[in-house]
T-cell receptor, first 112, second 113 residues
Framework: AQTVTQSQPEMSVQEAETVTLSCTYDTSESDYYLFWYKQPPSRQMILVIRQEAYKQQNATENRFSVNFQKAAKSFSLKISDSQLGDAAMYFCAYSRTDKLIFGTGTRLQVFP | DVKVTQSSRYLVKRTGEKVFLECVQDMDHENMFWYRQDPGLGLRLIYFSYDVKMKEKGDIPEGYSVSREKKERFSLILESASTNQTSMYLC????????????FGQGTRLTVV
């Protein structure tokens, strides 16, 4: 069975600095999707970024980028120029054909 | 603007009550999901549905059932609520053709007393 592991329950960063959230996963499949979701205090889950496993190039969305290491089954999220609005729970997730499998989440605090 | 709507943001029920959590999506999505979110445990899948009247068990189906009579609506049912079902419940939907674009409702925080 596929699993997703986030080993950092909490992280903090100073405004304008860079922070990296870690995620590892386990699967025997070669083709799948990986995601980072953000859940602010409003509780609305928002897709931050996604990566198709067959693509070698790391995905980037504005200040958000990933470091996808397929062989190591690692999928970290880098947030550059952190803003107060980035404070939230961040979930890493895996999907192959249907349901999303989530990690336990990392709570990110951003200090002014 | 795509939308997944959960009927309640907060709900308080008594032990032993039958509880219905409703979820409606307006995107004509085939897939719908119910997750339970607990601190330190992330989101765990309870049930999902690929089509009307079809359902599949997720990782923690015990104590829950679901109903999908119409494509846009997916209901989670707690047959006899217990205190260990106090949690945040999240509904999501996605297209069969674009699994990666899962959209979530705002969650229902259920307290069973």
């Amino acid at each position: 069975a596929q699993t997703v592991t986030q080993s950092q329950p909490e992280m903090s960063v100073q405004e304008a600095e860079t922070v990296t959230l870690s995620c590892t996963y386990d699967t025997s499949e070669s083709d799948y999707y990986l995601f980072w979701y953000k859940q602010p205090p409003s509780r609305q889950m928002i897709l931050v970024i996604r990566q198709e496993a067959y693509k070698q190039q790391n995905a980037t969305e504005n200040r958000f980028s990933v470091n996808f290491q397929k062989a190591a089954k690692s999928f970290s999220l880098k947030i550059s120029d952190s803003q107060l609005g980035d404070a939230a729970m961040y979930f890493c997730a895996y999907s192959r054909t249907d349901k999303l499998i989530f990690g336990t989440g990392t709570r990110l605090q951003v200090f002014p | 603007d795509v939308k997944v709507t959960q009927s309640s943001r907060y709900l308080v029920k008594r032990t032993g009550e039958k509880v219905f959590l409703e979820c409606v999506q307006d995107m004509d999505h085939e897939n719908m999901f119910w997750y339970r979110q607990d601190p330190g445990l992330g989101l765990r899948l309870i049930y999902f549905s690929y089509d009307v009247k079809m359902k599949e068990k997720g990782d923690i189906p015990e104590g829950y059932s679901v109903s999908r009579e119409k494509k846009e609506r997916f209901s989670l049912i707690l047959e006899s609520a217990s205190t260990n079902q106090t949690s945040m419940y999240l509904c999501a939907s996605s297209s069969y053709r674009e699994i990666s674009e899962a959209f979530f409702g705002q969650g229902t925080r259920l307290t069973v007393v």
